[in-house]
């Protein structure tokens, strides 16, 4: 006979202060016990009527962030950009796009972080700049300029040079012919992100300068952008045909890799207390290693992108997602540290994604990704607007509505090589970076809250019933679910600490694994499907503790858990 159960909220524990265990063995250290909420500063709260989010947005709504329970806040570029690629191409590292404010800003959002004990990280990127940087103007306007070293320049007398694959570019080349000096350079990104020379000791001491111009105004970390790829044997070999359908065997971590950030280590990081993860963690679990070994004194975490890899506009297999995380967590059990996300400025929207978006559906499904984030080993990154169940935009449809380069140039390149361009976008309303952009959802007004003008991105059309001040008074609803997690997260170390057990890997709707610390252990049963799915173990009563429920109720005997669609349960021992 089934047990009707009601849900047990964290608020309401017997554990009211931090549940720590002690041992000798484990290596403590902010970074890893913090919660990561990232912001796009362009889409989180604009001030001044412009359409476009600014530091000034950020700090008129530092109170809600706090209130979220996140101890650090990840910034996606803010320094002044024609943006190109929405800030990632940089014309001046020591200064803030005007679009968002001022350094006076910039100085106030920190203060404001640190009364609040929120950290700051810093995106940081320095795989390329803009090609409207002075150092670019100054090494493109001569041969024998000073800054000529500081980019990749192919003189056009050698011949056109050995093809490289471009991510941004419409025709997919990397090298951009410029008749200034008949010569042709070098971008892996659009042909306004030049990629700079790190084989030149000037270019990381520049870097390296940068970083503690930052540091020393108080910021708490640093993400390299695209930095994996900052590397380049400049002698420019010749490719494989096709190599550009697995160019990150060619262009990850090649040599010199290492070298640039035990320098930076050596002169920046090491002096500061900072945490320090790169886009990307290699080509292996090895390289992995050997970017964020303790002994290796290079940076702090690895930043994997194998898990949103996976989802597919035709689905994907759980399957194949517990033995990535697993992969992960199990090659990290000893040595190292490794993030955990399922969304970024980078991705569309989890639950569109992930999980089940749809009316029925998206509230609990968003709970149950957000438990699963927060309940795993690693450093969790929240993306803005995850914690509300933010979905993709349906008005994002035909190549018009979009304002990501990557969509627009890829588009052009499909139709120069008579690809599907249906399929093209039907993988685009699926995938697109721009679903992950649109808007905040602050409440049901005019855009949302967001500006009183004409917003950069269209606001998705729920945002009437999904916005932040409709989910603060509903004690159900996913932000305040959200809101619980992270206390229990923040509260209990076994979900930082513990080992991670996956059981009954076979299982195809229901994602199950426990966390243990010493004496503390924790069941976490998610439900993937939009069936109800049963879960049987001979121990099951062990665990009489809900901890954690994104439904009102749970149906259980002592052996079996039957877990409504996409349910979320987190159960403990007594």
């Known amino acids: 006979m089934f047990i009707l159960l009601a849900t047990y909220s964290c608020a309401e524990s017997k554990k009211d202060n931090k549940t720590t265990t002690e041992t000798t063995n484990i290596d403590k250290k902010w970074w890893k016990e913090a919660i990561v909420y990232q912001i796009y500063p362009r889409s989180f709260q604009d001030t001044d009527g412009d359409g476009i989010g600014d530091l000034k947005g950020i700090i008129n709504r530092m109170d809600y962030i706090k209130s979220l329970g996140v101890t650090a806040v990840w910034l996606n570029p803010i320094y002044s950009s024609p943006n190109d690629d929405n ?29 609040r ?3 700051l990280v810093m995106d940081i990127v320095v795989n390329h700049s803009s090609d409207e940087h002075e150092w670019f103007k ?52 659009s042909q306004k992100q030049p990629d700079l020379n790190w084989e030149n000791p000037k270019v990381r001491q520049e870097v390296n300068d940068i970083l503690k111009f930052w540091a020393e105004k108080g910021v708490d970390g640093f993400r390299l952008d695209a930095f994996q790829f900052a590397a380049k044997d400049t002698t420019f070999p010749k490719f494989p045909d096709g190599f550009e359908k697995n160019f990150i065997q060619y262009y990850a971590m090649q040599d010199g890799l290492h070298k640039y950030l035990k320098e930076m280590n050596s002169e920046v990081f090491s002096k500061y207390d900072v945490m320090t993860v790169a886009e990307g963690a290699g080509r292996t679990l090895e390289e992995a290693h050997e970017l964020v070994d303790a002994d290796r004194n290079e940076i702090n975490m690895a930043y994997a992108f194998d898990a949103v890899d996976i989802p597919k506009a035709d ?3 759980l399957a194949t997602f517990k033995e990535t995380f697993s992969k992960w967590d199990s090659a990290f059990t000893k040595k190292g540290w490794i993030s955990i996300f399922l969304s970024n400025h980078d991705q569309a929207r989890m639950v569109s994604r992930y999980a089940n978006d749809s009316l029925a559906y998206r509230a609990p499904s968003a709970k149950m990704l957000n438990t699963f984030i927060l309940s795993m080993r690693g450093t969790p990154y929240c993306y803005f607007g995850d914690e509300l169940g933010m979905t993709n935009n349906p008005k994002l449809k035909n190549i018009e509505d979009y304002k990501d380069i990557a969509a627009i140039n890829g588009f052009k390149k499909a139709k120069t090589n008579n690809e599907d361009l249906d399929e093209y976008m039907r993988n685009l309303r699926f995938g697109s970076r721009d679903h992950g952009r649109t808007p905040m959802q602050w409440d049901a007004s005019e855009n949302a809250g967001f500006t009183t003008g004409n917003p950069w991105l269209p606001l998705n059309p729920n945002y009437k019933s999904v916005n932040v001040n409709a989910e603060e008074q509903n004690e ?18 076994v979900l930082v600490y513990g080992d991670y057990k996956l059981i009954q890997k076979e299982h195809k709707q229901i994602y199950a694994f426990t966390r243990t610390l010493d004496k503390d252990e924790v069941l976490i049963l998610l439900n993937f499907s939009e069936n109800e799915a ?10 009489s503790e809900i901890k954690i429920n994104n439904y009102l109720e749970l149906a259980h005997t002592e052996s079996e858990i039957t877990l409504k669609p996409y349910q979320a349960v987190i159960l403990g021992k007594d």
């Open 87 to 115: 800030g990632y191409d940089v014309s001046d590292y020591r200064n803030i796009m005007s679009d968002f404010g001022t350094m006076e800003d910039f100085d106030k959002m920190l203060s404001e972080m640190h009364s």
């Open 117 to 119: 004990d929120i950290k």
């Open 138 to 189: 100054e090494s493109r306007s001569s041969r024998d300029n000073p800054y000529r070293d500081y980019y990749h320049w192919w003189p056009a007398e050698k011949g056109e040079p050995p093809y490289r694959y471009s991510l941004f570019d419409a025709e997919g080349n990397a090298w951009k012919y410029d008749k200034q000096t008949d010569s042709y350079y070098l971008h892996y990104f």
């Open 315 to 317: 689905g994907y297999d």
């Open 476 to 493: 159900e609803s996913v932000l305040n679910h959200f809101k619980k997690m992270t206390a229990l997260r923040t509260n209990n170390d």
């Open 534 to 543: 049963s879960f049987t173990l001979d121990n099951l009563a062990a665990y």
